[in-house]
C-alpha cells in the first residue's frame, strides 16, 4: 500500500476486556515494529519482525501483550484483560530489511480502556 | 539506565533564524542516531539519520551533529519557516541490526512569523 495502515484508528473497550490492533505496513517492507506512545512523551519500542519471526519483544510489558505476523505481512498486537494503564496510542512502523533507515510509521489507534 | 534527554520545553523563534535541538543521552552506545518530524495526531516522519562515525550530516535547511565524546547531538533547522513548526524527536539505535530505535520525549518547535 501507500503507507503504513492501523486499524481501528480508535478503540474504546470496558476494562477486563481483550483488543487486537492491526497493522498493515508498507508493501514489500520485510521488518515491523510495534511502539507505544503516551500522551506528550516518544514512542516507546515494544517488539518487531523480520517477515514472521518475532525478533525481539522486550519492550513488552508483560504477558498480556502479545503479537504475531503469521504471513510475514499484517500483524496483529493483542492485549487481554486490558487494564486503565493500557490506554495510549499504539503505532505501527516498517522499513526495508536489515536496513538502518527511515521507519515509516502508521497514524496509530488510540486505545482508551475505561 | 538508558535515557534521552531533549528539552521538554517549547522552543519559539522567528522566522529566518536558525533554531537549534539538543538531544542528550546517558548510559548508552548508539550506532546511529534518527531525527523524526512529528505534527499533531500523526505519526513520527522520518528526516535523517546520522551514524557513530560520522560528525555532519546535512539536508537542504537540516544540519545535524553527533558528538559521541559529550553524548549529544544537534539539530539545525536554518532560515526556519512558520511550517517547521512541530515536535522533533531523536532515537538512537544501538546496533546496524534494524531500526529497533528507543526515542527522546521530543521538543516541539513554534516558529513565528
Known amino acids: 500500500g501507500a503507507g503504513v495502515s492501523q486499524s481501528p484508528r480508535y478503540k474504546v473497550t470496558k476494562r477486563g476486556q481483550d483488543v487486537a490492533l492491526r497493522c498493515d505496513p508498507i508493501?514489500?517492507?520485510?521488518?515491523l515494529y510495534w511502539y507505544r506512545q503516551a500522551l506528550g512523551q516518544g514512542p516507546e519500542f515494544l517488539t518487531y519482525?523480520?517477515?514472521?519471526?518475532?525478533?525481539?519483544k522486550s519492550g513488552l510489558p508483560n504477558d498480556r501483550f502479545s503479537a504475531e505476523r503469521p504471513e510475514g505481512s499484517i500483524s496483529t498486537l493483542t492485549i487481554q484483560r486490558t487494564e486503565q494503564r493500557d490506554s495510549a496510542m499504539y503505532r505501527c512502523?516498517?522499513?526495508?530489511?536489515?536496513?538502518?533507515?527511515?521507519?515509516?510509521f502508521g497514524q496509530g489507534t488510540r486505545l482508551t480502556v475505561v | 539506565s538508558q535515557k534521552i534527554e531533549q528539552n521538554s520545553e517549547a522552543l519559539n523563534i522567528q522566522e529566518g533564524k536558525t533554531a537549534t535541538l539538543t538531544c542528550n543521552y546517558t548510559?548508552?552506545?548508539?550506532?546511529?542516531l534518527q531525527w523524526y518530524r512529528q505534527d499533531p495526531g500523526r505519526g513520527p516522519v522520518f528526516l535523517l539519520l546520522?551514524?557513530?562515525?560520522?560528525k555532519e550530516k546535512r539536508k537542504e535547511r537540516l544540519k545535524v551533529t553527533f558528538d559521541t565524546t559529550l553524548k549529544q547531538s544537534l539539530f539545525h533547522i536554518t532560515a526556519s519557516q512558520p511550517a517547521d513548526s512541530a515536535t522533533y524527536l531523536c532515537?538512537?539505535?544501538?546496533?546496524?541490526?534494524?531500526?529497533?530505535?528507543?526515542f527522546g520525549g521530543g521538543t516541539r518547535l513554534m516558529v513565528k512569523p
Open positions: 512502523a516498517s522499513s526495508r530489511q536489515g536496513r538502518v533507515g527511515e521507519a515509516f
Open positions: 508493501s514489500g517492507h520485510v521488518s
Open positions: 519482525f523480520n517477515y514472521e519471526a518475532q525478533q525481539d
Open positions: 548510559n548508552y552506545s548508539p550506532a546511529y
Open positions: 546520522i551514524r557513530e562515525n560520522e
Open positions: 532515537a538512537l539505535g544501538a546496533s546496524n541490526a534494524g531500526n529497533m530505535l528507543t
